[in-house]
């Protein structure tokens, strides 16, 4: 039978196709492979002074041998390893045994371990390591505990109930109580044990000739990590207390807010509190924001920093008979939450300053520059095309004050970003003399760099930082 010659192709290929992909096929490259056992190791509680050990496993899976250059722990001393004799070389299919150990200092202790091997895709692997001491805690039901007394004449008792909040017993050798006009009503039979989760309660007098408010301190010795725990008492006689607190401690600057509380504020002669005076006393350099003045309210909501740091506020309250209380005072700290953070306030009002900044090879005035034309509350595509996690936004447009303004991007692209400073000639009555201008650049949420610079000349534009992502190095220019 003729073989037709779409046939006899395909039979001539059929015949020959192992041959020629096999000489098509690129020499694979014998190399090495590193496995390990785990990623993560946890040695969960353990008592003081004992050591426990596990065992982490290195196989070379590869197809060449394996060079184990380093094996190096980094972190608590509670951490230690063992490491045998023949290290230099694993053959494939080889494994080696490291030994570590955990013996407990403190509460909670971490480390990493590090290997350096010749592995190409990986070099340095690393393991992280865990434990627990198994040590007493000793916590109290409340810190501060407060007493009032309406008057000179009149004592008042209360219960400071303690726990221990541990995995193992807690034995408390002496209890002392310091403060003028505290008291231990009963002294307790010493040494007191508790095992975990088990309390007892020490009962408090609180009494005194003179009005006002009183601190005192109360503490043990005991057998915990430090040997010493404490704990506060707060009394007050004939006289309104100022209690304030924020409803988040930690928040974001611009995205985020918080609520100033003074409601649990009280009188301690049993009168009712008329005047709620909040004030800002301290706030970052450039900031902008202050706390209403409105007296009847006990509690300012929505207070949102301007700036990345720290804002304290105070709270006096008054009473129906016109007396003020102690100042009360309490702190936040605003943290940016974008990778990319930019700050900049100026000296002198009514001389208009734009925060520019540049993406990678950008241009000023176009839309590779975000400012206050083309960026307030986001407009731009950057990077990723219709992914906003790497766009840029300008919070705040400041014209006739001191700023602050600041521009952020969640995730930026890779690349060098510039920024620059504009003072802007037309908005305001012109400025000609020379004006302080100050930039902070946060990169994951950290304060990296932070500089001024005289700024003068209307319509005039300033170079300040050059901020390579994501490496993070930034560049004064």
Same mark, same amino acid.
């Given at each position: 039978?003729?073989?037709?010659?779409?046939?006899?192709?395909?039979?001539? =290929?059929?015949?020959?196709?192992?041959?020629?992909?096999?000489?098509?096929?690129?020499?694979?490259?014998?190399?090495?492979?590193?496995?390990?056992?785990?990623?993560?190791?946890?040695?969960? %509680?353990?008592?003081?002074?004992?050591? @426990?050990?596990?065992?982490?496993? =290195?196989?070379?899976?590869?197809?060449?041998?394996m060079?184990?250059?380093?094996?190096?722990?980094?972190?608590?001393?509670?951490?230690?390893?063992?490491?045998?004799?023949?290290?230099?070389?694993?053959?494939?299919?080889?494994?080696?045994?490291?030994?570590?150990?955990?013996?407990?200092?403190?509460l909670?202790?971490?480390? &990493?371990?590090?290997?350096?091997?010749?592995?190409?895709?990986?070099?340095? $692997?690393?393991?992280?390591?865990n434990?627990?001491?198994?040590?007493?805690?000793?916590?109290?039901?409340?810190?501060?505990?407060?007493?009032?007394?309406?008057?000179?004449?009149?004592?008042?008792?209360?219960?400071l109930?303690?726990?221990?909040?541990?995995?193992?017993?807690?034995v408390?050798?002496?209890?002392?109580?310091?403060?003028?006009?505290?008291?231990?009503?009963?002294?307790?039979?010493?040494?007191?044990?508790?095992?975990?989760?088990?309390?007892?309660?020490?009962?408090?007098?609180?009494?005194?000739?003179?009005?006002?408010?009183?601190?005192?301190?109360i503490?043990?010795?005991?057998?915990?990590?430090?040997?010493? &725990?404490?704990? %506060?008492?707060?009394?007050?006689?004939?006289?309104?207390?100022?209690?304030? &607190?924020?409803?988040?401690?930690?928040?974001?600057?611009?995205?985020? &807010?918080?609520?100033?509380?003074?409601?649990?504020?009280?009188?301690?002669?049993?009168g $009712?509190?008329?005047?709620?005076?909040?004030?800002?006393? %301290?706030?970052?350099?450039?900031?902008?924001?202050?706390?209403?003045a409105?007296?009847?309210?006990?509690?300012?909501?929505?207070?949102?920093?301007?700036?990345?740091?720290?804002?304290?506020?105070?709270?006096v309250?008054?009473?129906?008979?016109?007396?003020?209380?102690?100042?009360? @005072?309490?702190?936040?700290?605003?943290?940016?939450?974008?990778?990319?953070?930019?700050?900049?306030?100026?000296?002198?009002?009514?001389?208009?300053?734009?925060?520019?900044l540049?993406?990678?090879?950008?241009?000023?005035g176009?839309?590779?520059?975000?400012?206050?034309?083309?960026?307030?509350?986001?407009?731009?595509?950057?990077?990723?095309?219709?992914?906003?996690?790497?766009?840029p936004?300008?919070?705040?447009?400041?014209?006739?004050?001191?700023?602050?303004?600041?521009?952020?991007?969640?995730?930026?692209?890779?690349?060098t970003?510039?920024?620059?400073?504009?003072?802007?000639?037309?908005?305001?009555?012109?400025?000609y003399?020379?004006? @302080?201008?100050?930039?902070?650049?946060?990169?994951?949420?950290?304060?990296?760099?932070?500089? %001024?610079?005289?700024?003068?000349?209307?319509?005039?534009?300033?170079?300040?930082?050059?901020?390579?992502?994501p490496?993070?190095?930034?560049?004064? =220019?």
């Amino acid at each position: 039978m003729r073989l037709g010659p779409v046939t006899l192709l395909v039979a001539l =290929l059929s015949g020959c196709s192992d041959y020629a992909l096999e000489n098509q096929r690129e020499p694979v490259t014998p190399a090495p492979e590193l496995a390990l056992s785990t990623d993560h190791i946890d040695f969960g %509680s353990q008592a003081d002074g004992v050591m @426990t050990s596990k065992v982490l496993w =290195l196989e070379n899976v590869g197809s060449a041998a394996m060079s184990v250059l380093n094996i190096s722990l980094d972190g608590s001393p509670a951490f230690t390893l063992t490491i045998p004799e023949k290290t230099d070389i694993l053959q494939p299919g080889e494994r080696l045994a490291v030994a570590l150990h955990y013996t407990p200092i403190n509460l909670n202790e971490s480390a &990493s371990l590090s290997v350096l091997t010749t592995d190409p895709r990986y070099p340095t $692997a690393t393991v992280q390591l865990n434990g627990t001491g198994a040590y007493p805690k000793l916590s109290l039901s409340d810190n501060p505990l407060l007493m009032a007394t309406a008057s000179s004449e009149h004592t008042t008792e209360d219960v400071l109930t303690v726990i221990n909040s541990g995995s193992v017993d807690l034995v408390i050798e002496n209890i002392i109580l310091t403060g003028d006009g505290f008291s231990l009503v009963e002294e307790a039979m010493l040494p007191l044990l508790l095992e975990p989760n088990e309390t007892h309660e020490v009962p408090i007098a609180f009494s005194n000739a003179s009005s006002g408010t009183f601190h005192g301190q109360i503490w043990f010795e005991d057998n915990t990590v430090t040997g010493l &725990s404490s704990g %506060s008492i707060l009394g007050a006689n004939a006289v309104p207390v100022a209690l304030c &607190s924020a409803s988040d401690a930690t928040i974001a600057p611009i995205h985020g &807010s918080t609520d100033w509380l003074g409601e649990e504020s009280f009188d301690s002669a049993g009168g $009712a509190l008329v005047e709620y005076q909040w004030s800002l006393i %301290s706030r970052p350099n450039g900031s902008a924001v202050s706390l209403n003045a409105t007296v009847g309210n006990a509690n300012r909501y929505n207070f949102i920093p301007d700036l990345a740091g720290e804002y304290t506020a105070q709270l006096v309250v008054v009473n129906e008979d016109g007396i003020a209380s102690e100042p009360c @005072t309490t702190t936040i700290d605003a943290i940016p939450d974008q990778n990319l953070w930019v700050e900049m306030f100026w000296t002198h009002p009514d001389d208009d300053m734009d925060l520019h900044l540049l993406r990678p090879d950008g241009t000023l005035g176009e839309d590779s520059d975000c400012f206050y034309d083309n960026c307030v509350s986001g407009g731009l595509d950057w990077g990723e095309q219709s992914n906003d996690i790497d766009d840029p936004s300008l919070d705040i447009d400041d014209i006739h004050g001191i700023g602050p303004e600041n521009i952020n991007i969640l995730v930026p692209e890779d690349g060098t970003f510039t920024v620059v400073v504009h003072d802007y000639q037309f908005s305001t009555p012109n400025y000609y003399e020379e004006n @302080t201008v100050t930039v902070n650049v946060f990169l994951g949420g950290q304060l990296t760099w932070t500089g %001024s610079k005289p700024v003068s000349g209307e319509n005039s534009y300033t170079r300040f930082v050059k901020v390579a992502w994501p490496e993070g190095t930034i560049t004064e =220019l």
